[in-house]
């Protein structure tokens, strides 16, 4: 449980980390708050000959709050944002989703978008990414790019960021007026990766829903937003129509999703546990969108 | 008078050292040490055809690679059988670097010694082992059909065959007027310590001196068996156990193959080696337990009465034998829990399986003997449409019938004869403490409001304090500072405080003056070790003792000096005065000072006993015919069989209709081991038993492959509960003395986990309405039960509604 050796790298600047990334190439990998990485090392499951350690680079520790999006620098710990009234208030979801990232001691190092780079569907914070229709701001060796997340997301803990590529920050779009989110998962042990999860954001207009979506936590491959309009649209939360809605929406998350079974759990239980989260979170988020309206 | 220190719940002595990181664990020591680190196999069964470490040998930083070729002697024998037993007719141990052949996955096969950890395990990488793989024999089930073998020379798998049997049980089954079946299944867990193993040697070569430290449970044992390995005079071996991060169990087997090789290599290379193990290594090359199938025939009467009680086991050994067969012994012993079972028949076999070996975890054997016992009587309430507790109340052996022989052997080949316990009155506390009578009424509520909730109930016996001995060694200073010794080890249990609390009060010192070592074989070369929840019972016992020759000593050398017989006096706050008249009195340091006496001063005190003082009598030696120089005293105790403690749980579940998730409302212990030194610690031990036994019960499981991977070797996918899965624990106690020791004290370590699977079980069937069979038991696995329910595979209890399960003889309730 000791890793293989490596040289450590610990650039000051974006530039800096670039440029030594570049150098590296495939035998590179960025250090950021390492709660998924060190393990890895520790295990030997990986032996990156460099590591690039980002926590001394400046200006990527900020969360901003614009009109259209909460932006979040890649040296923001989890337990940051989630206790940024400022992000709350923007973005109730993130706090909501956070919460459910395993225990405060690791999320008080882990970074969001560190997590959002390792790309593990049972992550919650890919999710919420697919969830806002989010985006990856990225720095290369020949400047920057935007990367939406459903071209970032490609596989299990694979995305389309090069190696020689640095994730510097992400963007969680904020939700119109008149929404409600809501975040809930099952997990064997408290804080473990779920067994399933599921968020919604259910926007309420003149009374009745306009827009509704879900993503998913550990039952889809890759992040991956369903749209719940078809089962929900038109619908005023709280009537019997609704608690069909609810229902058929419930149905299209089971039709939707593609879990895989593991030592833990069944991929039918899986299917069966998203399904009912579903139905206990869409009332959640209806609420919330009502009292938002 | 003395503040009375026996019996308060004072806090530990330890853990302001302990909670602000003042311990000093193996791997805090020896920092200068070589590490040593480990090729284990990837293969569950194997032959070893080639091993090649020519690319490792110019690792920089490499001291020596080894491999069981390069072990002489003794050192390359197998391991030592520890607890033979006539019925372990195929006992078989491995080698301290596999020789040939593997057998389960993280077995060692080569020894690299480096400069540090990181090299050392950059060489293991860099060696090429070939191997020949064997068919792999994982599970009971597979062991059991013999078809594939583990050993060769091992028939059918089977290490152990063994049956007691008491009373002609088939005339009982055949006569009885119902008769019921159990297939029953518990699966693997494991101690898993907070620190895992580790050893670290340094090897004097000027005095041909070996000083080892060991994560152990037992210094004295490890001591021992290293000196008859290494070849050594076993007064140039020491061995040391720090401060232990937890046992459980696990480090009582000894030695492990790393306390022979280290102190080998640390003595072939001239410096100090260390290896300290990590987690993986501990998952997969330490030792589990639990693992049984079992087969419960039951023959009683209308009321519910036993009559004949017949079990099958089949117990899961793994790989080796090295710690016998103790586990399924006392599974088959102690199943027997409070009950008289009229008849009783056990056989079981204890089974080879390509996995790591199974040794005595927490409880060690117990928690599956009460499983099979408790989802028997709850069966037989069910059978008989009885209150469950009242079914177990008609059985219980009565408080009038003790002493009570079973008729068996126990694990220390004794006769496993229950001392003293009133399981009436613990189960009439336990009853009112759950609200077992209100049950019904509470569950119709939680029904209404489309809950599913189960109440489950589980009662068992322990024996603890097993022989054959413990010591203490007593020891005062001329400044009244009380130094105690005993030789078996600690691992967090609150010995520094409890042994100080019994000298306190035997002696007559304050707390605060008094000094515990354990587990130090340079203090105390005769002890057994940390295991059957024997620390307080053994060596508090002897400690008791120990303290007490030394009052007396201290009595006869105050009273000579102070003139008066030692009768007028007394002891208090470590001042012996006269008793009424106090003023006339010497402090314990100034008798110590009298005790040894001197030719040479080497402070103000010392000079009082000196030989020019002139406070001897000329005619007299200086130390008298039939004394020693010293204030010491030291005892042993060793008593003719074990105590038995017992206890009782219930638990209140709630399981999600939809999901399956089982959440415990309520966990309620009541808990007797007799006079308890201090309550606090007894309620921690509980505590600690209680969370390892939700563990077992609802999370921890050993998933092995059909292979013999084993799939979660790590702390993401062994699951053992943290403090948000531990409900909140209502204990309390019933303190039915032994009349056995000085003291009247049963042992507690063990205790809390005992029935916690069988009390889960019971409450979620009670929930469900089905049997639990199985356990441990997570939502996924209820939730294919209850599939499988609905389909008509499993079938229901025979109660026709789960609220009418209150007998109308429940007023026959024993009273306390």
């Known amino acids: 449980m000791k890793p293989a050796p490596f040289e450590h790298h610990a650039p000051l600047t974006v530039e800096q980390a670039v440029s030594v990334l570049s150098e590296v190439g495939h035998e590179g990998k960025v250090l950021a708050g390492g709660q998924s990485l060190i393990p890895i090392l520790n295990m030997r499951l990986a032996s990156p000959a460099h590591l690039v350690d980002i926590n001394r680079v400046a200006g990527l520790d900020s969360v901003e709050v614009t009109p259209e999006a909460v932006r979040v620098g890649a040296l923001v710990r989890h337990a940051g944002l989630e206790r940024s009234e400022e992000a709350f208030a923007a973005l109730p979801l993130l706090r909501q989703a956070l919460v459910n990232v395993a225990h405060p001691a690791i999320r008080n190092r882990g970074t969001t978008v560190g997590s959002i780079a390792h790309a593990d569907a049972a992550g919650e914070m890919p999710a919420i990414l697919a969830l806002t229709d989010g985006v990856v701001e990225v720095a290369g060796p020949s400047g920057s790019r935007e990367i939406e997340w459903p071209d970032f997301f490609l596989g299990a803990l694979e995305t389309s960021l090069a190696a020689e590529e640095l994730a510097v920050a992400v963007r969680f779009g904020r939700f119109p007026v008149g929404t409600g989110t809501a975040f809930t998962e099952a997990a064997r042990r408290h804080g473990d990766y779920a067994m399933a999860g599921v968020g919604v954001a259910v926007t309420v207009t003149d009374g009745v829903v306009s827009a509704a979506r879900a993503s998913f936590v550990s039952v889809t491959d890759v992040p991956s937003v369903l749209d719940l309009g078809p089962a929900l649209g038109g619908v005023e939360p709280g009537t019997a129509a609704w608690d069909e809605a609810v229902e058929d929406a419930a149905e299209a998350v089971r039709e939707h999703v593609d879990p895989e079974g593991d030592i833990h759990a069944s991929a039918d239980y899986r299917r069966m546990l998203v399904t009912e989260l579903t139905r206990r979170v869409l009332p959640q988020a209806a609420d919330r969108a009502g009292a938002t309206a | ?272 080696v260390k290896w300290a193990e990590d987690r993986r290594e501990h998952f997969i090359s330490a030792a589990h337990e639990r693992g049984q199938l079992q087969q419960v025939t039951v023959g009683f009467d209308d009321e519910g009465h036993l009559l004949a009680l017949d079990v099958k086991l089949w117990h899961d050994n793994g790989a080796y034998t090295p710690y016998g067969i103790i586990v399924p012994i006392i599974t088959s012993t102690q199943l027997l829990g409070p009950y008289k079972p009229g008849t009783y028949r056990c056989e079981f076999w204890s089974l080879y399986t390509n996995t790591v070996l199974v040794t005595p975890y927490r409880g060690a054997g117990r928690p599956q003997g009460c499983f099979a016992m408790e989802r028997t009587m709850d069966a037989i309430a069910d059978e008989l449409g009885l209150d469950r507790a009242e079914v177990r109340s008609r059985n219980f052996i009565l408080p009038t019938e003790m002493p009570w022989d079973h008729g068996l052997l126990f694990q220390d080949g004794r006769p496993l004869k229950y001392d003293s316990g009133d399981f009436p009155a613990s189960l009439a506390k336990l009853k009112s403490l759950v609200g077992w009578d209100d049950f019904a009424d509470y569950r119709r509520q939680a029904e209404a409001e489309g809950r599913k909730v189960g109440l489950g109930i589980g009662c068992y016996v322990e024996g603890t304090g097993v022989g054959p001995y413990e010591g203490g060694h007593i020891q005062i200073e001329t400044s009244g500072r009380v130094n105690v010794s005993t030789g078996l080890t600690s691992q967090g249990q609150g010995h520094e405080t409890v042994f100080a609390q019994i000298v306190a009060q035997e002696l007559g010192v304050r707390m605060e003056d008094v000094f515990v070592t354990t587990g130090d074989t340079r203090k105390m070369a005769y002890a057994v070790g940390t295991f059957a929840s024997r620390a307080a019972v053994m060596s508090g016992s002897a400690i008791a003792l120990a303290a007490r020759n030394v009052r007396a000593k201290a009595l006869r050398i105050a009273a000579d000096a102070l003139e008066v017989s030692p009768d007028d006096l007394e002891i208090v706050e470590g001042t012996v005065r006269v008793k009424g008249a106090p003023a006339t009195s010497m402090s314990l340091g100034t008798v110590s000072v009298l005790s040894n006496p001197l030719r040479y001063a080497f402070d103000e005190a010392a000079q009082a006993a000196t030989q020019f003082a002139g406070t001897f009598d000329p005619d007299k030696p200086p130390v008298a015919d039939d004394e020693e120089p010293g204030l010491e005293g030291k005892d042993f105790y060793s008593p003719t069989q074990a105590t038995f403690a017992n206890g009782m749980h219930a638990a209140i579940v709630e399981t999600d209709p939809v999901t399956a998730e089982i959440k415990i409302l309520r966990y309620c212990v009541i808990h007797d081991c007799g006079t308890m030194i201090n309550p606090m610690i007894v309620e921690g031990q509980v505590h600690g038993g209680v969370a390892q036994g939700v563990g077992g019960a609802l999370y921890e499981r050993m998933a092995y492959d059909e292979s013999g991977q084993l799939l979660n070797a790590s702390f993401m996918d062994f699951l053992m509960p943290y403090a948000s899965e531990v409900p909140t624990i209502e204990a309390d106690h019933l303190e039915t003395p032994s009349p056995l020791n000085p003291l009247g004290i049963k042992g507690a370590g063990e205790a809390g986990c005992i029935p916690v699977s069988a009390v889960i079980a019971s409450a979620i069937e009670d929930a469900e309405g089905f049997p639990i069979t199985r356990m441990p038991i997570s939502p996924y696995d209820l939730w294919e039960l209850r599939r499988r329910h609905a389909d008509g595979e499993i079938p229901s209890l025979h109660r026709t509604s789960s609220t009418t399960r209150t007998s109308g003889t429940s007023s026959k309730e024993p009273t306390a």
């Not at chain 2, 602000?20 to 805090?28: A, I, M, N, Q």
Request: charged residues 25%.
């Open chain 2, 1 to 272: 008078m003395t503040t009375q220190m026996f019996g308060a719940p004072i806090r530990r002595k330890e853990d302001p050292r302990l909670l602000t990181g003042g311990g000093r664990y193996l791997d805090d020591l020896g920092h200068d040490a070589l590490a040593a680190a480990f090729v284990r196999s990837p293969h569950a069964h194997a032959r070893i055809v080639d091993i090649d470490a020519s690319d490792a040998v110019d690792v920089e930083g490499v001291v020596g690679i080894y491999v069981h070729e390069d072990l002489p002697g003794r050192v390359g024998e197998p391991l030592p059988l520890l607890i033979p037993h006539p019925t372990l007719t195929h006992g078989r141990t491995g080698y301290a670097l596999a020789k040939d052949e593997v057998n389960h996955v993280g077995e060692p096969i080569v020894m690299v010694v480096a400069s540090d950890r990181y090299v050392a395990e950059d060489a293991c990488q860099r060696i090429r082992v070939t191997y020949e793989q064997l068919p792999v024999v994982v599970g009971i089930e597979a062991a059991r059909a013999g078809e594939l073998l583990v050993h060769d020379d091992v028939p059918d798998n089977v290490a152990a065959h063994m049956l007691q049997e008491v009373g002609d049980v088939e005339a009982a089954m055949a006569a009885a007027p119902r008769t019921l079946t159990l297939d029953l299944d518990i699966e693997r867990s494991a101690c898993m310590p907070m620190e895992g193993k580790g050893v670290y040697a340094r090897w004097d070569r000027d005095r041909g001196e070996l000083r080892m430290y060991s994560s152990t449970q037992t210094s004295t044992g490890v001591r021992a068996a290293v000196a008859a390995k290494l070849d050594l005079p076993l007064a140039k071996v020491e061995c040391i156990a720090p401060d232990v991060g937890g046992g459980f169990g696990v480090k009582i087997v000894h030695p492990w193959p790393e306390e022979v090789l280290v102190p080998w290599a640390a003595i072939r290379l001239g410096r100090p």
